[in-house]
Nanobody, 119 residues
Framework: QVQLVESGGGLVQAGGSLRLSCAASGRTSSYWDMGWFRQAPGKEREFVAAINWNGSFIRYGNSVRGRFTISRDNAKSTVYLQMNSLKPEDTAVYYC????????????WGQGTQVTVSS
């Protein structure tokens, strides 16, 4: 069993910042790539960011590049998503993903955390 628990979502005004966390437990591996995806109402799930096991290789989706930063702390089995300069179009449920393959989701998901950006 792999458990991923996201936290840090909430309501923020446009231009503000939020930091999401994803704590992993169970049968996880610190060598897995980890990722963040999001899904807005009526839209398909979208790739946001991914990080390899030691943080040396990072990918971002086009819509968040330059505003969001993904990082990880393997000692804490936690992945972070720092979101700056938030826009109303960033409003979505954000999901943590484990064993991410490039920009394609791996098999393990958290329950999601809501991020709402008001204009």
């Amino acid at each position: 069993q792999v458990q991923l628990v996201e936290s840090g979502g909430g309501l923020v005004q446009a231009g503000g910042s939020l930091r999401l966390s994803c704590a992993a437990s169970g049968r996880t591996s610190s060598y897995w790539d980890m990722g963040w995806f999001r899904q807005a109402p009526g839209k398909e799930r979208e790739f946001v960011a991914a990080i390899n096991w030691n943080g040396s290789f990072i990918r971002y989706g086009n819509s968040v590049r330059g505003r969001f930063t993904i990082s990880r702390d393997n000692a804490k089995s936690t992945v972070y998503l720092q979101m700056n300069s938030l826009k109303p179009e960033d409003t979505a449920v954000y999901y943590c993903n484990a064993d991410t393959r490039g920009i394609t989701a791996g098999p393990y998901w958290g329950q999601g955390t809501q991020v709402t950006v008001s204009s």
